[in-house]
């Protein structure tokens, strides 16, 4: 038997034995169907603010670059990283605050203890909802702790905990700024295409190749506000690079900002297997310059646009999440990663994560803002048939997708929000190895690799998701 089965065997007995643990000790909580909240008003309000989240260089500590292998030590700066905060009101006295890192992701343990600081403060008044994506740049610092010193290829926890502090307090100051910024104005919504700007790595039939925006222009004709949504992971710079980068939405911003002076704010889309396309080919930094400037040019040619009502609508809800990867639980017992477990009955570990999406329009404009890194068939449809698919199956395994469920090809999706749950593979695609699931990778019946599904809670993900927006599109109404 080879060492890795073995590994494999116990890392299985250990989160089995742990999962039987969490079943007779933890309570799982029943999660109510609450309804949504409506904001209204007469204009549109917005605030803008942003901070840097630059570590301490020459400070002789060690920070690890996250996204690629584990135990990369970070060796200089190639772009600053921020966090971007934008405030959202109808002219009333209540709003929402969303927030956007230049990092990989942070757990929904990070997300509240940003929620918490928010929550306490004597600045911001009136803030219904705070929302947090990341950028999923696999070029920052880990903020999730995946990506630490490996010990016999088992990573430890690489957050800095002096960090993960400043960016706690960073977002809650780019928060409190946004909030002091706010100015009334229109909130307009475009598309573009962006044909060939995006790279698949495994055979989906539609790439969505579409840059979603958001302007708000403000009534003054001051500075802009640009919203910005692309599904293609920002990870250009490859698993060699050692610099801290924001990568290609950096220069996307910069682009924009030099071209318009608009200040914008991104967030990822349905980007599972979905990468930003290799425009050069030879240098990786020249890429993701191409790419940012592709990227921008595109949103600065989208002319047609609706105007959006002034009206915010939407609805938070949590739900448990089956953990089937008994690795990812296996670090969570390590405290690699934070996580609260709860029992579960139908997961191979015996537990889940409690995790949550957010149902979002302004208007009639509809955003779903959800955990981890869906597969674009699972959102926007594609779904391949028994002959194509990798295991055989048909496309009535897979729950529908989910801008079906919305009754809207246009449904916006930004990823890698609240939470860090790793892959939502649709159930026909999703191939483990016969002999170490989830450690890891293999092959299917046509030799594609399959290597998303080690970082995937597991097959139920993609109809758990499905359900609970199919829940949360019934109680949102219209």
């Avoid at 905990?161 to 960073?170: D, I, R, S, T, V």
């Avoid at 780019?174 to 475009?190: D, I, N, S, V």
């Avoid at 290597?451 to 199919?470: D, L, R, V, W």
């Amino acid at each position: 038997m080879a060492i890795m089965d073995v590994a494999s065997g116990a890392i299985q007995r250990i989160t089995a034995q742990y999962g039987k643990k969490v079943r007779r000790d933890v309570i799982r909580q029943e999660i109510t169907r609450n309804a949504p909240v409506t904001i209204t008003g007469e204009r549109y309000r917005a605030g803008f603010a942003l901070d840097d989240i630059m570590p301490q260089e020459n400070s002789g500590k060690t920070y690890y670059i996250a996204g690629h292998g584990s135990g990369h030590k970070m060796e200089g700066v190639l772009s600053p990283v921020y966090i971007h905060a934008l405030w959202l009101d109808c002219g009333g006295d209540e709003g929402i605050l969303w927030l956007s890192a230049d990092i990989v992701g942070l757990t929904n343990v990070e997300v509240e203890r940003i929620r918490a600081k928010i929550s306490g403060s004597k600045i911001i008044k009136g803030c219904r909802s705070v929302n947090v994506s990341c950028t999923h740049s696999h070029s920052g610092v880990d903020t999730v702790g995946y990506w630490g010193k490996p010990h016999l290829s088992i990573p430890s926890d690489g957050k800095d905990p002096a960090y993960m502090e400043q960016l706690f307090e960073k977002a809650l100051r780019a928060a409190e700024a946004a909030y002091l910024t706010r100015r009334p104005g229109r909130l307009f919504m475009g598309q573009a295409p962006i044909p060939d700007g995006l790279y698949a790595k495994r055979p989906f039939t539609d790439r969505h190749e579409i840059l979603y925006r958001l302007r708000f222009h403000p009534d003054d004709n001051g500075r802009e506000i640009h919203i910005i949504n692309v599904g293609a992971h920002p990870n250009s710079l490859g698993g060699s690079n050692r610099l801290l980068s924001g990568e290609y939405p950096y220069y996307m911003r910069e682009e924009i900002y030099r071209q318009t002076g608009a200040q914008v704010f991104f967030g990822v889309g349905a980007i599972g297997g979905m990468d930003a396309a290799d425009l050069d080919g030879r240098d990786p930094v020249d890429t993701i310059k191409r790419q940012g400037k592709l990227f921008a040019e595109a949103s600065l040619s989208i002319r047609e646009e609706r105007e959006l009502a002034p009206r915010i609508r939407f609805l938070r809800r949590q739900f448990y999440l089956p953990v089937d990867n008994n690795v990812l639980a296996f670090l969570a017992i390590l405290g690699t990663m934070s996580f609260r477990p709860f029992p579960d009955d139908t997961s191979k570990t015996g537990i889940a994560m409690k995790t949550e999406m957010t149902y979002l329009t302004f208007g009639d404009q509809k955003i779903l803002l959800l955990p981890g890194e869906s597969f674009i068939a699972t959102v926007y449809g594609g779904y391949r048939s028994a002959a194509e698919s990798a295991t055989g199956k048909g496309p009535e395994v897979n729950a529908p997708p989910l801008a079906e469920l919305a009754k809207d090809p246009d449904l916006v999706v930004f990823g890698v929000t609240n939470d860090m749950t790793g892959y939502s593979v649709e159930p026909n695609e999703f191939v483990l190895h016969p002999t170490q699931p989830y450690l890891e990778t293999t092959r299917d019946r046509f030799n594609e690799r399959h290597y998303h599904e080690t970082n995937s809670m597991g097959p139920q993900t993609q109809p758990i998701i499905a359900k609970t927006f199919a829940e949360v599109v019934e109680d949102f109404g219209e």
